[in-house]
Nanobody, 124 residues
Framework: VQLQASGGGLVQPGGSLRLSCVAS????????VGWFRQAPGKAREFVAG????????NYAGSVKGRFTISRDNTKNAAYLQMNSLTPEDTAVYYC??????????????????WGKGTQVTVSS
């Protein structure tokens, strides 16, 4: 399975972007799908994760209330709606998929599949 993230770009502070992550195979087999980001000079960090049935969702504190994660197993896709963006959200965003729980994925250890990143730049 390959994951491809897209939807990044340049946006002004306060703006919105919607990232998409499309899998080459079925993502239904993966319990957890998540988004991570890495800003210049910083370690990669967890942003959001979602369980197979879209009931369980987990967010980093820095994005809670601004970002919304979703998935469509019929389209083998996951999404990250990002609102009220700030310059601190500037980073390369990666999607990931793993058969374990969202909690386990959050640690980033042993994640099964990573997608190539998409750049998000928030600047005026």
């Amino acid at each position: 399975v390959q994951l491809q993230a897209s939807g990044g770009g340049l946006v002004q502070p306060g703006g919105s972007l919607r990232l998409s992550c499309v899998a080459s195979g079925s993502i239904f087999n993966f319990n957890a799908v998540g988004w991570f980001r890495q800003a210049p000079g910083k370690a990669r960090e967890f942003v959001a994760g979602i369980g197979r049935d879209s009931i369980l969702k987990n967010y980093a504190g820095s994005v809670k209330g601004r970002f919304t994660i979703s998935r469509d197993n019929t389209k083998n896709a996951a999404y990250l709606q990002m609102n009220s963006l700030t310059p601190e959200d500037t980073a390369v965003y990666y999607c990931a998929a793993d058969p374990r729980t969202v909690g386990a994925m959050r640690s980033q250890s042993g994640i099964t599949y990573w997608g190539k990143g998409t750049q998000v730049t928030v600047s005026s």
